[in-house]
């Protein structure tokens, strides 16, 4: 079966570049794969025009990494495996940024009809940000593709619930167990001047808002404040973070906060060895299941993690909880116990990683990815109907106007189209 993935392909620095290619190499027969990235997606139509493909698959996520892939959903519709359940962003993004803000208010309107005609406006004159949450944007690529595949049974639920004649199967996300060097905790602590003696905290992926970096912040001043030898280490790109550095100073904390940066996927095992407790939290939430926390259950670590709905299925003993409405003093005390209880440490260490091991490994992933590329294979196309007329153009109408200036019938264009 021939199936055309498109996807975040290293060197980008995304998690689903990573996800892509630890899982793919291991989806084996009668899968042949081939990759379209941003660099080498136009080939897509050619190749594809040439020995159809059996199947396309859409690794989709609300980023910038994603946004060459969203001209070829429903024309090309396929699986679509969606890594947040919340796209509006980086598709208003892409269509605003690109001058097409009536391209915008025409899918906006169509993924949420029940608003009033102006309300699309909100996000035009750039007031969107934590409301656009609410309207997430996935009404065309739901309903246009074969099969929806998503990491979280509660997600999908409320997706099939959402739209009802849509397709959609739960896959398990998974990760490979952590590499480092036998030596990586004490040589890095050692590099960033961390005592044996510290309890180091750690956070790790991209820095957003959403990943709680203040509320974090204020944790471990409030640590050091009550006496424990709290340490932050930051792993992650910063760049759309800014401010940090004065936030960091503000509280006090540059001899306690060791911001790494981008770190290589094959150096995040030494990262997570240096670490003693691991801070995954998220706000607002676009119903993501983290990839950088479940490789945090596999190295071992303790977690804590924001109570979200969307998390209920996981057991209580897997990750210590902080309440949204109740976050700094959640928080605080989640720090507290890491902090001072190692007995608790070790606990939820053994949880962590024994839930992993039972649900969240690449081989789950890839025996969940044989069975749903089988299943969408075998789906017919749906009859999307109503969709917004950018989605729908392909966009050839300039190439048959010059083909007329050139004298040349515009049907020696039929292979091209979509």
Same mark, same amino acid.
């Given at each position: 079966m021939r199936v055309a993935w498109f996807s975040p392909l290293p060197p980008v620095r995304s998690g689903i570049a990573d996800y892509t290619a630890e899982v793919t190499p291991l989806i084996g027969a009668p899968f042949d794969i081939h990759l379209y990235g941003d660099a080498n997606a136009f080939d897509f139509i050619w190749t594809h025009r040439q020995s159809p493909y059996d199947l396309v698959v859409y690794q989709l996520g609300n980023a910038r990494a994603h946004d060459f892939m #969203?001209?070829?959903?429903?024309?090309? $519709?396929?699986?679509?495996?969606?890594?947040?359940?919340?796209? !509006? !962003?980086?598709?208003?993004?892409?269509?605003?940024?690109?001058?097409?803000?009536? &391209?915008?208010?025409?899918?906006?309107?169509?993924?949420?009809?029940?608003?009033?005609?102006?309300?699309? %406006?909100? /996000?035009?004159?750039?007031?969107?940000?934590?409301?656009?949450?609410? #309207?997430?944007? +996935?009404?065309? $690529?739901? /309903?246009?593709?074969?099969?929806?595949?998503? !990491?979280?049974?509660r997600v999908a639920r409320d997706i099939a619930e959402r739209y009802p004649s849509a397709a959609i199967?739960?896959?398990?996300?998974?990760?490979?167990?952590?590499?480092? @060097?036998? %030596? @990586?905790?004490?040589?890095?602590?050692?590099?960033?001047?961390? /005592?044996?003696?510290a309890v180091v905290f750690a956070a790790f992926g991209k820095l957003t808002a959403e990943k709680r970096i203040q509320p974090i912040l204020d944790a471990i001043a409030h640590a050091r404040a009550r006496g424990d030898d709290a340490v932050l280490l930051i792993v992650g790109e910063a760049d759309g973070y800014q401010g940090l550095s004065a936030e960091i100073t503000r509280r006090g904390l540059n001899a306690h906060v060791h911001a790494a940066g981008y770190v290589p996927p094959g150096e995040i095992g030494g990262y997570l060895a240096a670490a003693d407790a691991c801070l995954c939290l998220r706000w607002p939430t676009a119903l993501e299941t983290s990839a950088s926390w479940i490789r945090c259950l596999a190295a071992s670590r303790p977690t804590v993690v924001t109570s979200l709905p969307h998390l209920a299925d996981v057991p209580r003993d897997v990750a210590l909880r902080v &309440?949204? +409405?109740?976050?700094?003093?959640?928080?605080?005390?989640?720090?507290?116990? +890491?902090?001072?209880?190692?007995?608790?440490?070790?606990? +939820?260490?053994?949880?962590?990683?024994?839930? #992993?091991?039972? !649900?969240?490994?690449?081989?789950?992933?890839?025996? &969940?990815?044989?069975?749903?590329?089988?299943?969408?294979? @075998?789906?017919?196309?749906?009859?999307? /109907?109503?969709? $917004?007329?950018?989605?729908? %153009?392909?966009?050839s109408g300039r190439a048959d106007a010059i083909a007329r200036e050139l004298g040349v019938a515009p049907d020696v264009l039929e292979p091209f189209r979509r």
């Open positions: #969203w001209g070829y959903l429903a024309a090309f $519709p396929g699986l679509v495996v969606l890594h947040d359940a919340r796209l !509006h !962003h980086a598709r208003a993004r892409l269509l605003l940024a690109s001058g097409r803000a009536d &391209d915008y208010r025409a899918e906006f309107q169509y993924d949420q009809p029940a608003m009033p005609p102006g309300a699309a %406006d909100y /996000t035009v004159e750039g007031l969107g940000g934590a409301v656009s949450y609410f #309207w997430p944007m +996935l009404r065309v $690529p739901v /309903t246009t593709a074969r099969l929806v595949a998503v !990491h979280n049974a199967e739960t896959m398990r996300m998974g990760v490979p167990p952590p590499r480092a @060097a036998a %030596d @990586a905790r004490a040589a890095i602590r050692r590099r960033l001047g961390i /005592t044996d003696a &309440d949204v +409405l109740n976050e700094q003093a959640t928080l605080d005390e989640a720090v507290r116990r +890491l902090a001072r209880e190692p007995a608790l440490r070790d606990r +939820l260490a053994r949880a962590g990683h024994a839930y #992993w091991a039972a !649900h969240h490994t690449l081989d789950h992933m890839a025996e &969940d990815y044989r069975r749903v590329l089988a299943s969408a294979a @075998a789906r017919p196309v749906p009859a999307a /109907t109503g969709l $917004p007329a950018h989605v729908v %153009d392909d966009y």
